[in-house]
């Protein structure tokens, strides 16, 4: 199949997950140390705030999937749901940077409220965007291309986040950082707006299912466990995550703590990581153009477990030997992330070509389910060690115990989460042979279907072997 999107939808693709991260961003790099260090909560009381809103997405991210599965309009069953919910998405972000004039507990409850607004709302655009890469192309070197403009979408929308948001906190809080943060974040979500509205404008959806889902929710997911590699490939997700978040979760602690950086560093390192990012988001498509998806996920794996172990070696005052090896360890480890999403797409189709059923909306609101469990543990995992140790925002330094244990969470266990990534990855068994075989097989039904319906198939899509 030669079906080709052309770049400028592929640019309005990524520009829907940079409307996400140009706020999601805040959320993985700043929301824990706000929350301690400017907020005004303990530790353990963050940890228990990400573990809880986890428990409730449970059960919201895969019913928000069922639905969006359903979902029938004029603009297709994902491209509304990016329309109608980023105002809220943004509205609730706004808020969750925002202090309340409450005393502890009443301050605690409205960031547990506000967090889960923020990340209820994140969900109701993110599952059907995640979809939606699903849904352009069945073409697989165009899905990993999809992904890879997405990530760099990504990477430019968190570029502007790392650059700007400390500055912009500055410009706007004169002193008062809580403040600075509000006014920040409401410039960023405006952006961010501008950006969800063009994603709707410019992208198709192209890939219809031959049988339409009309079965309930405890059906579909009594035929997509039928799927043999889609548990294994939540496990992947699941695992893949963990490590990025930790060290994201961490790298505040890191650089203020440890090595003890200045504003002008943070925001240099925080920004070179994110151009590491974008790079490696673009090498993506040209290596799984030559190389197996698969292959390529287990030795970048493999490779980032040995250079996460190497860093913790570099001495915390060579702040420039770890800034390289910090953009070498984004670039690598960014290679994965398109590919990751791009074998989501094809365990769709690999379900649809086992059981004649396509369920999209469940299989990628799940995979998102397990991509936010990674990052409520990696949270909660911060939170939870740094109270253990004893971390006190208050003070003036951190005790030797506090500032071990934000190296190791910066190297050190990452690469023990690359390791199982690697291991887990080693369980999937759609590689390039077997996608090109069930692409053509999904291609010719389809155009049969449409032959016995007496219409055109979608984009005159004629199999080829």
């Known amino acids: ?186 410039l960023l979500t405006s952006v961010g707006l501008v950006m969800f509205i063009l994603c709707f404008s410019l992208v198709r959806e192209r890939i219809r299912p031959v049988t339409p889902t009309k079965d309930s929710i405890v059906k579909d997911y009594r035929d997509i466990l039928k799927n043999d590699q889609w548990l294994r490939l939540l496990l992947v997700t699941f695992l893949n995550v963990l490590p990025g978040f930790i060290r994201m979760a961490s790298i505040m602690y890191f650089l203020t703590w440890v090595i003890h950086a200045s504003e002008i560093f943070t925001t240099l390192f925080l920004s070179v990581g994110v151009m590491g990012m974008t790079l490696g988001s673009a090498l993506a498509k040209p290596l799984s153009d030559y190389f197996c998806k698969l292959k390529i996920f287990y030795w970048v794996s493999l490779f980032m477990t040995g250079l996460s172990l190497l860093i913790y070696f570099i001495p915390a005052d060579r702040h420039y030997l770890m800034l390289f090896g910090y953009f070498i360890l984004n670039v ?40 936010k469990l990674g990052l409520a543990l990696s949270g909660s995992l911060v939170s939870g060690v740094l109270a253990f140790v004893g971390y006190d925002a208050h003070q003036p330094s951190q005790n030797a115990h506090a500032q071990l244990s934000m190296v190791m969470l910066f190297t050190v266990i990452p690469a023990l989460g690359y390791l199982l990534t690697a291991i887990s990855v080693k369980l999937l068994k759609v590689d390039r042979r077997a996608m090109k075989e069930i692409s053509y097989r999904l291609t010719k039904r389809r155009v049969s279907s449409a032959q016995v319906r007496n219409v055109e198939p979608e984009n005159n899509i004629i199999p080829r072997k």
């Open 1 to 186: 199949m030669k079906e080709k999107i052309s770049i400028l939808e592929k640019v309005g693709y990524g520009f829907g997950d940079a409307g996400c991260n140009i706020v999601g961003g805040a959320v993985f790099l700043f929301l824990n140390f706000y929350y301690t260090d400017i907020y005004g909560l303990n530790a353990t009381t963050v940890a228990a705030i990400w573990l809880g809103v986890r428990v409730i997405e449970a059960i919201s991210d895969p019913f928000i999937g069922y639905i969006a599965d359903r979902t029938h309009t004029r603009w297709g069953k994902f491209r509304p749901y990016i329309l109608f919910f980023a105002f809220p998405y943004a509205l609730f972000s706004v808020l969750m940077f925002t202090v309340p004039n409450l005393n502890y507990t009443g301050k605690a409850i409205y960031a547990f409220i506000t967090y889960l607004m923020m990340s209820v709302t994140y969900s109701l655009v993110n599952i059907p965007y995640c979809s939606l890469g699903s849904v352009i192309s069945s073409n697989n070197s165009e899905r990993v291309s999809c992904q890879s403009f997405r990530f760099m979408g990504v990477g430019i929308a968190t570029l502007i986040l790392t650059l700007s948001l400390l500055p912009l906190v500055n410009f706007f809080g004169h002193g008062d950082k809580a403040k600075g943060y509000h006014d920040a974040i409401i």
């Open 332 to 371: 690598v480890h960014q290679i994965a992330q398109p590919i990751n999403w791009s074998i989501m797409a094809d365990i769709d189709d690999y379900g649809e070509y086992k059981s004649g059923k396509r369920l999209t909306g469940i299989n990628f609101s799940c995979n998102l389910l397990a991509l």
